[in-house]
C-alpha cells in the first residue's frame, strides 16, 4: 500500500439565506489537501455552484501555508471575492483551520 504524503481537513458553515449555496446545499463546505510535511494546501474544493469559483478559490488558496497566521488568507479572500458567501467561506477557512492544528499538535 502507497504512504500519503498529504491530509483531508473538511469544514461547513451555514450559508447565506437567498444564496443559490444555501438553496442546493444549505452550508458551505471545504475540503482542503494538505502536505503533511510543509503544510501547504496542494487542492481545494468548495460547495460553489460554479465551476469557474471552484477553480478561482483553488488557485487562491494552493500553497498557502495552513499553519500561518489564517487572516493573511482572509484577507485575500476579501479582497478578491464579492459575494454574499464570503463570511460562510471564511467560518469555514477558520474551522478548517483549527481542526487542522489540533490535529497535528496532539
Do not use: C, N, W
Amino acid at each position: 500500500m502507497q504512504k500519503l504524503e498529504t491530509v483531508l481537513v473538511t469544514a461547513y458553515a451555514k450559508a447565506p439565506q437567498g444564496t443559490s449555496m444555501y438553496e442546493l446545499y444549505k452550508h458551505a463546505g471545504i475540503v482542503l489537501e494538505i502536505d503533511k510535511q510543509t503544510h501547504k494546501i496542494m487542492d481545494a474544493e468548495f460547495t460553489f455552484v460554479t465551476g469557474l469559483a471552484q477553480h478561482f478559490f483553488k488557485r487562491m488558496l494552493q500553497g498557502f501555508d495552513f499553519t500561518d497566521d489564517i487572516d493573511i488568507l482572509i484577507a485575500r479572500i476579501e479582497e478578491h471575492y464579492y459575494a454574499p458567501s464570503v463570511g460562510s467561506v471564511v467560518v469555514a477557512l477558520k474551522s478548517a483551520q483549527k481542526r487542522y492544528l489540533e490535529k497535528i499538535h496532539q
